[in-house]
């Protein structure tokens, strides 16, 4: 029975994990608020409370799952992509805890693990299946032949899902991550409002830089005619940007499933907690007879339970990496 201490600091959350023979015991998240106040996630300041809040954030793991550093049998690890800065202090914490307690190193893919997340729940999909991953710097249509062989069919020409919600919110004036704030206010807003443009992007691929622009001529306009307009229609406006970001998800996944044939889908990633999306989806799948999959909240934005289930499949098949294993920041 394998027990995996997992390391999560690709980003802005320091997270670890313990699951034991793929059964998560404990899922630590130490969110980093500080970058709020910047409108976006600063590099350097992430690195700099990646480092002090690691060795709390494991201690806590370890202790929450009632497991002693003696009982580990690995430690996986986020090896990117990410910020460099923020990487570094997991992958070196994670090699050094490793060699210490003289037991393997395991490296997680970070997006792979964002998908492998629908492998928490109590019923998984089946391979090959299909997973939507919409984070906040990845847009990805993945075709997941097994657990290991994973083919990105789709992906983003510009922004992120995430990054036109959060692109958004900052033009409106809404704080750092915008998701679930503009997530928040369209529930009591007219999704039909305004109709935001629809990008014309061939194949499976995305395009969000567009309709974050739609968005600025458009307020610029109505304000220009009412300079109160936001202020009474803030839940309309953000209401009809989420439905359009939606939209133009679903139409895509449709698009993928018929043509890789696929019935078993899945949604993952940071954008996955969207009550929108995660409704349309549902409705979509009803539609199409698709057997749907989300990730409970916990295991949507990034969190270390993810890196643990990845690094728990990657153990079962003893692929362990070196200590000479450096980081990397963009998807290879
Ligand atoms: O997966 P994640 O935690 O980090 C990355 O790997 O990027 O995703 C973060 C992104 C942010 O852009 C955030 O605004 C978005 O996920 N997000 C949401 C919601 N919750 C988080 N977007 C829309 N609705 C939400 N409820
Ligand atoms: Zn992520």
Do not use: W
């Given at each position: 029975m394998p027990v995996i201490l997992a390391i999560e600091s690709s980003c802005d959350e320091t997270s670890a994990a313990?699951?034991?023979?793929?059964?998560?015991?404990?899922?630590?998240?130490?969110?980093?608020?500080?970058h709020e106040r910047y409108g976006g996630v600063i590099p350097e300041l992430a690195s700099r409370l990646h480092q002090q809040q690691i060795v709390r954030v494991v201690e806590a793991a370890l202790s929450k799952a009632g497991v002693t550093q003696e009982e580990l049998s690995a430690v996986a690890f986020t090896q990117g992509p990410?910020?460099?800065?923020?990487?570094?202090?997991?992958?070196?914490?994670?090699?050094?805890?490793?060699?210490?307690?003289?037991?393997?190193?395991?490296?997680?893919?970070?997006?792979?693990?964002?998908?492998?997340?629908?492998?928490?729940?109590?019923?998984?999909?089946?391979?090959?299946?299909?997973?939507?991953?919409?984070s906040g710097g990845h847009t990805q249509l993945v075709y997941v032949k097994s657990l290991s062989e994973m083919e990105i069919v789709g992906h983003t020409i510009d922004d992120a899902a995430g990054e036109a919600f959060d692109k958004a919110a900052k033009l409106i004036g809404l704080p750092y991550p915008g998701g679930p704030v503009i997530d928040k206010l369209a529930r009591s807003g007219n999704p039909a409002f305004h109709l935001f443009p629809e990008p014309e992007v061939e194949g499976l691929n995305f395009s969000f830089s567009g309709i974050k622009t739609s968005l600025l001529y458009y307020l610029q306009k109505e304000i220009q005619q009412n300079p109160d307009f936001l202020s009474q229609h803030l839940e309309d406006v953000c209401a009809s940007y989420q439905h359009r970001i939606v939209s133009i998800l679903i139409k895509k996944l449709e698009k993928a499933a018929k043509q890789y044939k696929v019935k078993q889908i899945a949604i993952a990633g940071g954008v996955s907690a969207n009550s929108a999306l995660r409704k349309r989806f549902r409705e979509a799948g009803e539609k199409n007879r698709w057997k749907t999959f989300i990730p409970d909240f916990e295991y949507c934005t990034d969190n270390a339970g993810m890196i643990a289930i990845a690094g728990y499949f990657r153990y079962l098949d003893q692929n362990f990496a070196d200590l000479s294993v450096t980081p990397y920041t963009r998807e290879i």
């Open positions: 313990v699951c034991r023979n793929g059964e998560i015991l404990s899922n630590i998240i130490a969110s980093q608020l500080e990410g910020l460099l800065g923020a990487l570094l202090v997991g992958v070196s914490f994670a090699k050094a805890y490793a060699m210490a307690l003289d037991i393997p190193v395991i490296t997680v893919n970070h997006m792979q693990a964002h998908v492998l997340a629908n492998f928490l729940s109590p019923e998984p999909p089946e391979c090959p299946f299909l997973c939507l991953t919409v």
